[in-house]
């Protein structure tokens, strides 16, 4: 923890680069975004980083659950084996994130749940799982803008201006920009070109609009923990 990475991120020059740089600007909102710099100064409101935790614990468990479409969907068992390493990285670490977030604000991790979805954290979730059931290439593609965001922006930061200890949310940006999490997105990539060079025309057209559209939703992730997005009627159960 606490090591700044170094960047796998802009390396590879293959179809996962070049979705990499159409979305740029997409990254460079997501960077800019208010939520997240009020992560990165300190300043951001119990409410909207509650409301973003309780949104987040929903999205980690559908993506889990689209690391088991994968396996479905897995050609050999070294597949079957990295997607069974991810899952296991999820349950197991991923929620340390959360925990920074909640102990900053004196919160229980297990009162920070939510039984609802908000529409965006609702409509990303949707998009992922409907890849899941097109190929493994146009779901890997829905997946790997998730941890690039979040990698490249946390190794960004670390490297310009790294989160002052008495930043309360300090241990979420360290958690991203360590080695593993650099690994992990060098991996996905890795996976993403493979797929994309073994696919067709028209699957890798899918797939670039699947990454596209995970982007778009990183950026509205943000946009919805920072507004406290609600539905106007009433809050919908899980389904
Ligand atoms: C909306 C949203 N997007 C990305 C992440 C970060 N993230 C989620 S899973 C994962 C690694 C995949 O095994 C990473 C880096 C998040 N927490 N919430």
């Not at 179809?15 to 997409?26: G, V």
């Not at 997607?83 to 991923?94: Q, S």
């Not at 604000?105 to 890849?131: E, K």
Request: aromatic share 14%; hydrophobic share 45%.
């Amino acid at each position: 923890m606490g090591v700044v990475a170094m960047s796998s991120v802009s390396a590879s020059s293959g179809f996962s680069a070049e979705q990499r740089r159409r979305c740029d600007e997409l990254f460079e909102t997501f960077y800019a975004h208010p939520f997240l710099r009020g992560l990165a100064d300190g300043t951001a409101s119990r409410e909207s980083v509650l409301h973003y935790v309780g949104q987040d614990n929903q999205y980690l468990t559908a993506f889990i659950r689209c690391y088991g479409l994968g396996l479905a969907k897995s050609p050999d068992r070294q597949w079957m084996a990295w997607f069974r390493d991810n899952v296991t990285f999820l349950l197991a670490d991923e929620t340390h994130p959360h925990h920074v977030l909640c102990q900053a604000f004196g919160v229980d991790y297990a009162d920070a749940q939510l039984d609802t979805m908000a529409p965006t954290a609702q409509a990303y979730i949707n998009h992922m799982m409907v890849s899941g059931y097109d190929s493994l290439g146009v779901l890997m593609a829905a997946l790997l803008p998730c941890p690039w965001t979040y990698i490249w922006a946390a190794q960004r930061q670390q490297a310009k201006a790294p989160a002052a200890q008495d930043n309360p949310f300090a241990g979420w940006w360290e958690f991203y920009a360590n080695v593993e999490c650099d690994e992990l997105l060098a991996q996905f990539i890795a996976r993403v070109d493979a797929l994309a060079e073994q696919a067709g025309p028209a699957e890798r057209a899918r797939m670039a609009a699947a990454f596209e559209a995970s982007c778009e939703y990183e950026v509205a992730f943000w946009e919805m923990a920072f507004t406290q997005q609600r539905w106007q009627h009433k809050e919908l159960a899980l389904n």
